[in-house]
């Protein structure tokens, strides 16, 4: 159908990772789109999440790396921490992706729509009182940065949004939750010099992880230095000129100068129209199903508004995944366990696949088998100076179906793992791979060989 001004093959409300992959992938099946976005095109993961985050942890590193030059026979030393240039660097990282990702949609010729859609019919988004039809529709209006219920934001009390355009580094800080975020800005605060504790009403901190890479994580920020409590909830908070005071169900307080919440991110669907036309909310999330279709009309949803993992690759792979299934190619659908999982902390922690617990509920307790594979025999990692391992787990005489790692840099070992893992790959078969010497990937090639019953460099 050819587009005439408002009337399209697919209209997509929401242009983060899901709603401008869906537009890209369907703009280049032959289809006409129409993408709505009330900011700007990227969204969150670009302007407010993945890339920022990922640019602070880099300038984070740099800092360790100059404080602890000595280490390693460089004489270096920290100076202190520019936020004005640090925030600089990170939006300039920000400002070239984001204009890439603008020449890249305006090449596909898609119609960007600026402005606050709302669904206002099983064909139709409404801006600004301009109807925008398609013979489907996308749904992708992401995620906001949620709190809890009676803890309002505003001056000392901020969540990620306003951490990430701070312009001085707080000397003491109470991170509420110990999950991604949290455990992200509690890694950046601490090398930019700040004293951190992280309050988690889990009794771990990365809850969603393997228990036995969320112990080492613990162990692993006790020795840097980063507090943490663990197993109590958050009561309330009090502020001010002073800081904050943050106070615990079990009567314990804690003082800081400010209190970031990273209690996880909440589904942008309130007031959008939704309920109004017959999509299935539970507690704000649009409920799909596995074809990501809402079971009305032809409307579909992708990325943080249904609920799983939060992730921008995965939403990125949803909106890939419903643009082929409205152009008939059918898809295979998306497994969310095969989706691969990144800390980017110092240690980092990555992951794919189930954890040992999750693989014991769905193949048997008897029917698992687990290795962990120790980065102290890995010659690259010695020399980056990092620990931690590898835990593969797998069915007994069968797939791998987990891998989970911890250690700097082991974000960038998650590609072979998601390999392995969806593709069911036996122990055998990658241990039979040649991996480069000396790389950090050759400890998965390491402890595939130790899972295959030939150990070479483990006491296994």
């Known amino acids: ?43 969150t993961c670009l302007h407010n999440g993945c890339i920022p985050t990922k640019a602070l942890l880099h300038a984070a590193e740099l800092a360790d790396n100059a404080r602890d030059g000595a280490h390693f026979g460089v004489k270096t030393t920290l100076e202190g921490i520019d936020m004005a ?40 988004v409404e801006v600004d009182g301009t109807r925008y039809t398609g013979q489907h529709i996308v749904l992708a209006t992401g995620s906001y940065a949620r709190s809890l219920p009676g803890l309002e934001i505003g001056g000392r009390v901020i969540t990620s949004d306003q951490a990430l355009k701070l312009d001085w580094v707080p000397k003491s800080a109470i991170i ?46 006790r020795k840097r230095g980063i507090a943490f409590n663990l197993g109590v909830r958050f009561s309330g908070v009090t502020q001010d000129d002073n800081g904050v005071h943050v106070s615990l169900e079990d009567g314990k307080t804690f003082d800081a100068d400010v209190l970031l919440v990273a209690v996880g991110r909440g589904p942008r669907t309130g007031g959008l129209g939704y309920e109004e036309q017959g999509i299935t909310l539970d507690r704000g999330f649009v409920i799909t199903d596995e074809r990501l279709h809402t079971g009305v009309g032809n409307i579909y949803a992708v990325g943080d508004i249904v609920p799983g993992l939060q992730l921008a690759h995965r939403g990125f792979a949803q909106g890939i995944f419903v643009a082929e299934q409205i152009a008939g190619l059918n898809p295979p659908a998306i497994v969310e366990s095969g989706i691969p999982r990144v800390t980017y902390s110092h240690p980092e922690v990555a992951s794919v696949g189930l954890t040992e617990a999750a693989a014991k509920e769905v193949h048997g307790e008897d029917a698992v088998e687990v290795l962990e594979y120790n980065l102290a025999g890995n010659g690259k990692s010695k020399i980056l100076d990092t620990a931690g391992f590898i835990k593969l787990v797998r069915q007994k005489d069968g797939p791998v179906v987990g891998v989970h790692m911890i250690g700097d840099r082991v974000g960038e070992l998650i590609g072979e793992g998601q390999l392995i893992v969806n593709w069911e790959a036996y122990p055998e078969d990658v241990a039979a791979l040649i991996h480069a010497h000396p790389t950090q990937n050759e400890a998965l090639g390491e402890a595939h060989l130790a899972l295959a019953g030939k150990p070479l460099h483990a006491h296994n």
């Open 1 to 43: 159908m050819a587009d005439t001004g408002t009337a399209f093959d697919i209209v997509v409300l929401g242009a983060g990772s899901g709603g401008y992959a869906a537009a890209l992938r369907a703009a280049q099946l032959g289809k006409t789109v129409a993408l709505i976005e009330a900011d700007k095109v990227g969204g």
């Open 176 to 221: 509420l939750g110990g999950g991604v975020i949290g455990s992200e800005f509690a890694s950046v605060w601490k090398s930019f010099g700040a004293d951190v504790t992280i309050i988690e009403a889990l009794p771990h901190l990365v809850p969603n992880e393997d228990v036995a890479l969320s112990k080492a994580f613990e162990r692993a920020f």
């Open 85 to 124: 240039g640090v925030n600089q660097y990170k939006d300039t990282v920000i400002g070239g992706l984001y204009k890439g990702l603008q020449g890249l949609i305006k090449s596909r010729k898609i119609t960007v729509v600026e402005g606050t859609g709302r669904l206002g019919g099983p064909d139709a």
